[in-house]
């Protein structure tokens, strides 16, 4: 892959400071639940194949411990993935990310006290880690090298989709921080858009994102001819494939109107 300085990609711009502050307060949304779960809790399914809840809370962590990683190792020559890159570059990692969270699950999270040591561990490290280095610098990740700011807004993915995960295995509230949940809704958004490029359908995810897609003709006045709209969680579980666009239309969580409003060909844009 060439270095994506050498690619031209149109990428939203995330607040730095505001990303880094989302990601520290959804890691304590869920540090707060999963610290109080029992073992009965942590032992129940989850909609991730074979995943329990436990997997799922070892998860959590192993996403974070990424970021800790990356500051701490030599930084990378090359920037060797963009942000819109990301969400299908992660299809190509999926049997490493479970391998690598079942070990942390099996040695560091097998018990509730282990469990509490572990998120303890992670949220005190990602905090030096954060405050160490800017936004600017390259890490090391599975994925190459990354902008610590890029792989940043990428954690509030990983955090608000492993939410709604957990909280539909157990039956919690675990909150959504609201830039948490921003961030993650506008990535998907425009990782639709780098997907399907064009300009023939609006797809809206009020308040979050606003994008335009797929090819066709590109609407310029007026109300568009073809528009999706839905609520940001059914859009993040659409994108993510917890939903299917047949049983998000079946159930009325989007709206679409026009000829070519049918985004079923194109998700799930995350893997």
């Not at 869920?30 to 997997?55: F, K, S």
């Not at 990428?154 to 909150?175: K, Q």
């Not at 666009?245 to 194109?266: C, F, I, K, P, T």
Request: proline fraction near 7%; include cysteine.
């Amino acid at each position: 892959m060439p270095p994506a300085s050498k690619r031209t990609q149109r990428t939203r711009s995330y607040d730095p400071a505001r990303t880094r502050a989302a990601v520290l307060a959804q890691f304590d949304h869920v540090r707060h639940q999963v610290l109080a779960l029992t073992p009965e809790q942590l032992a129940l399914p989850t909609r991730l194949g074979e995943w329990t809840v436990r997997e799922l809370a070892a998860h959590f962590t192993m996403a974070l411990r990424s970021v800790i990683r990356g500051v701490a190792a030599p930084a990378p020559a090359t920037r060797d993935l963009t942000l819109l890159e990301w969400p299908l570059a992660t299809r190509r990692f999926a049997g490493d990310v479970d391998h690598d969270t079942r070990e942390i699950a099996e040695a560091a999270a097998d018990t509730p006290a282990a469990l509490a040591a572990l998120y303890e561990e992670t949220g005190r490290q990602l905090a030096d880690a954060l405050a160490a280095a800017p936004d600017e610098r390259l890490i090391v990740t599975r994925f190459g090298g990354v902008r610590l700011g890029d792989f940043l807004v990428t954690r509030t993915v990983e955090l608000i989709v492993h939410t709604d995960d957990l909280n539909d295995a157990t039956g919690l509230a675990v909150p959504f921080d609201r830039r948490a949940l921003a961030t993650c809704t506008r990535l998907l958004a425009d990782a639709l858009a780098a997907k399907a490029p064009g300009g023939s359908v609006e797809v809206r995810v009020p308040p979050h994102a606003v994008v335009q897609c797929v090819e066709g003709p590109r609407h310029t006045r007026g109300t568009p001819p073809n528009v999706v709209e839905t609520d940001p969680l059914t859009w993040i579980r659409l994108a993510t494939g917890r939903t299917s666009w047949a049983d998000a239309l079946n159930a009325a969580q989007v709206r679409a109107s026009g000829e070519r409003a049918d985004l079923s060909a194109h998700l799930p844009v995350l893997g």
